[in-house]
């Protein structure tokens, strides 16, 4: 992927989602490693067919079920923003504090109540983002090897095998990554003045299927706007299926757009979203993702334009549309970084299912009662029993929608 790097002059305040700037780092941690994880997408093990009667049919025809869901990394990336990289210590401090939030998350419990979610709902595809792989590697011999590890996405996949969902992996896309190369510092041998342990990571959005549903084409890239923080650089990506569900061309695309502290690169990255990743599509067209751009306070700095420029590209916000309960926000974000927070902290409305039919694009071919859309994880009642962790610092959107082919300019 070619990345073509912006410029923004001055550092920006990033969400605690983002990582750490500075060149400094790059002597530091930059060490040719051999060790390393690839993607095994796949089946996610036996299950039977969902029963035909969750595909609902009602006057508006058969009923197209999506989920979209941040899973949320496990740590607050925050204190390291805010370090002198060229403070070792202090680096190796912040990143081993870093790593232990993440395994303090409960990763497993968490995943558990995504996967009971989609269990509950059986949504056709399911759209994840902040699908992260940690992996701690020991250099301390010369020979890298890996010492613990957590990968959501090999979490989520062992936790749908075992309750026998019929659900398997579409695509995995790459988006930040530390590579085979690098990483943050955990440990150092002061004396030989190396590295002797790094975290590495790598962010990904991925797309699950339900075995029933058909795919007929995938594709799949990382944006062109990154933003390069010197020993790294920030990219996004999105993942594109098309499936075709009773004659009705469905396109599902899901993504993750970079922080509104970095409100050019998220602007460049909406305008190729628009522009080359859903121009031109036929049937429905699905975007489903963490859009980082606040719906719902305007003026914020939760708030960037891209949401409205969505919206005027012919988008419809399944939300909107879905004629949810007057005074109901729909907040999707955040909860505290360690998921503590006894009551919910949600709001922002920066997470969406947008909808556009080839027909009508100004207001997808959607009539009233054709929509429906559930936010989940949001409630007290979804907290982790034991540790009384939310699943993730989003809630998640399972969206629904009803019509008849010929609402989206098909025969």
């Not at 790097?5 to 983002?18: C, E, K, M, V, W």
């Not at 792989?133 to 957590?150: E, I, Q, W």
């Not at 943050?184 to 041998?189: E, S, T």
């Not at 899901?254 to 050019?264: F, I, K």
């Amino acid at each position: 992927m070619y990345a073509k790097t912006i410029d923004t002059r001055h550092r920006p305040a990033l969400r605690r989602s983002s990582l750490p700037r500075r060149a400094g780092l790059a002597s530091l941690v930059a060490v040719s490693l051999t060790a390393g994880c690839a993607d095994a997408p796949g089946a996610l093990g036996p299950g039977t067919e969902p029963d035909p009667a969750l595909d609902r049919v009602g006057t508006h025809g058969p009923e197209f079920t999506v989920y979209s869901q941040n899973l949320y990394l496990g740590g607050d990336t925050g204190p390291l923003l805010s370090l002198d990289f060229g403070n070792v210590p202090a680096v190796i401090e912040a990143t081993n504090r870093f790593w232990q939030q993440v395994t303090a998350s409960d990763p497993e419990a968490r995943i558990e109540a995504v996967v009971a979610r989609i269990s509950a709902h059986r949504p056709h595809l399911v759209g994840l983002q902040e699908v992260f792989r940690f992996t701690v590697v020991d250099l301390a011999t010369g020979t890298p090897t890996v010492t613990a590890s957590v990968d959501l996405l090999t979490i989520m996949e062992d936790a749908i095998a075992r309750h026998g969902l019929p659900y398997e992996v579409v695509a995995v896309q790459e988006a930040t990554t530390t590579g085979q190369a690098g990483g943050l510092p955990l440990a150092v041998d002061p004396e030989a003045a190396r590295v002797t342990r790094i975290l590495q990571f790598t962010d990904r959005i991925a797309v699950l299927r339900r075995t029933d549903v058909p795919v007929e084409a995938v594709h799949q890239d990382g944006f062109e706007a990154a933003y390069d923080l010197g020993p790294l650089t920030l990219e996004r990506g999105w993942i594109r299926v098309r499936t075709n569900i009773d004659g009705v061309p469905r396109h599902f695309v899901t993504t993750h757009l970079e922080v509104q502290g970095l409100a050019p690169v998220q602007a460049a990255q909406a305008d190729e979203l628009i522009g080359r990743v859903t121009a031109d599509l036929d049937g429905l067209t699905v975007v489903a993702g963490d859009l980082n751009s606040d719906a719902a306070n305007p003026g914020a700095p939760s708030w960037t334009p891209t949401y409205d420029d969505l919206i005027a590209a012919g988008f419809t916000d399944a939300w909107e549309q879905s004629g949810q309960p007057a005074g109901d926000p729909g907040y999707t974000c955040c909860q505290s970084p360690d998921l503590r927070n006894e009551t919910s902290t949600l709001m922002e409305r920066i997470d969406f299912v947008l909808l556009r039919g080839a027909g009508n694009p100004s207001r997808s071919g959607l009539v009233p009662g054709s929509v429906s859309v559930e936010i989940v994880v949001d409630d007290a009642s979804d907290r982790i029993a034991a540790g009384g962790l939310w699943p993730s610092d989003h809630a998640g959107i399972v969206a629904s929608v009803r019509a008849a082919p010929g609402l989206f300019g098909q025969p």
